[in-house]
């Protein structure tokens, strides 16, 4: 029975909880999730837990934050100024808005914090700083 290595492409069914057991994203309900195993388009930690299974394998996957959307960054936590924000937003903690970016690209942040003169975005991916599990099984190889 052959396994999954390096440059194939995969596709498997995952279930994805955070440490306490709250359950942030699930393929069960729809197709599994297609993808080429080591070719950077997964996180580091799902991509090494998928190698080696064969077809029908199931295994859990401890994630540690560094293998998946790494620790949260305060680089990644900007301030904007008042005066900077549509007049439309009234920006309140834990409100989701989004940036573009200068390649024009949207970029979902979150509301860390308003005060008199600015707020301050978060940037970070929703599961920075956060170790992840995932309940993964294999279940084709091409």
């Known amino acids: 029975?052959?396994?999954?290595?390096?440059?194939?492409?995969?596709?498997?069914?995952?279930?994805?909880?955070?440490?306490?057991?709250?359950?942030?994203?699930?393929?069960?309900e729809r197709e599994p999730i297609e993808f080429?195993?080591?070719?950077?388009?997964?996180?580091?930690g799902f991509d090494k837990a998928v190698d080696g299974m064969a077809i029908g394998d199931k295994k859990t996957a401890d994630i540690p934050s560094a293998e998946a959307?790494?620790?949260k960054r305060d680089d990644m936590m900007v301030p904007v100024p008042h005066d900077k924000v549509p007049e439309e937003i009234k920006p309140?903690?834990?409100?989701q808005l989004s940036m573009q970016q200068p390649d024009g690209q949207a970029?979902?942040?979150?509301?860390?914090?308003?005060?008199?003169?600015?707020i301050v975005l978060d940037a970070n991916h929703p599961l920075a700083?956060?170790?992840?599990?995932?309940?993964?099984e294999l279940v084709e190889i091409s």
């Open 1 to 28: 029975m052959s396994t999954a290595k390096k440059g194939d492409k995969v596709k498997v069914h995952y279930t994805g909880k955070l440490s306490d057991g709250t359950v942030f994203d699930s393929s069960l």
């Open 129 to 136: 700083g956060k170790d992840l599990n995932f309940e993964i």
């Open 92 to 95: 309140e903690v834990g409100m």
């Open 36 to 44: 080429e195993l080591g070719a950077g388009q997964m996180i580091a």
């Open 107 to 118: 970029l979902p942040v979150l509301v860390a914090e308003v005060n008199d003169d600015h």
């Open 69 to 71: 959307y790494g620790d």
